[in-house]
Nanobody
Framework: QVQLVESGGGLVQAGGSLRLFCAAS????????MGWYRQAPGKQRELLAR???????NYANSVQGRFSISRDTAKNTVTLQMNSLKPEDTAEYYC??????????????WGQGTQVTVSS
């Protein structure tokens, strides 16, 4: 089991940057995957970035080259650095974890979400 708490959202102008943080309640070293989704009103939840336990990263085409995911295993945090933000990046952003030791392999754990609003 793991609890996830996001922080760092807010209002930013187009072209600006934000950094989102996800704090986990346990060590993240042995969690298979951690990453970030977002959901805009009226749209499906979208996987943005994923970080595997071996350090491999994957990004959605919509954020490739603009967003960067990283982790700090000493602090049990995962960070999403978002640059060159666009109004269409406006959404609720959620941290997730999958493959948590002791839990069902395919179970996703979610944070409560943090709002990102990009003004034009």
């Amino acid at each position: 089991q793991v609890q996830l708490v996001e922080s760092g959202g807010g209002l930013v102008q187009a072209g600006g940057s934000l950094r989102l943080f996800c704090a986990a309640s346990r060590s993240i070293v042995d969690i298979d995957y951690m990453g970030w989704y977002r959901q805009a009103p009226g749209k499906q939840r979208e996987l943005l970035a994923r970080l595997s336990s071996d350090g491999t990263t994957n990004y959605a085409n919509s954020v490739q080259g603009r967003f960067s995911i990283s982790r700090d295993t000493a602090k049990n945090t995962v960070t999403l650095q978002m640059n060159s933000l666009k109004p269409e990046d406006t959404a609720e952003y959620y941290c997730y974890a999958r493959g948590v030791p002791g839990a069902l392999k395919l179970r996703n754990f979610w944070g409560q979400g943090t709002q990102v609003t990009v003004s034009s």
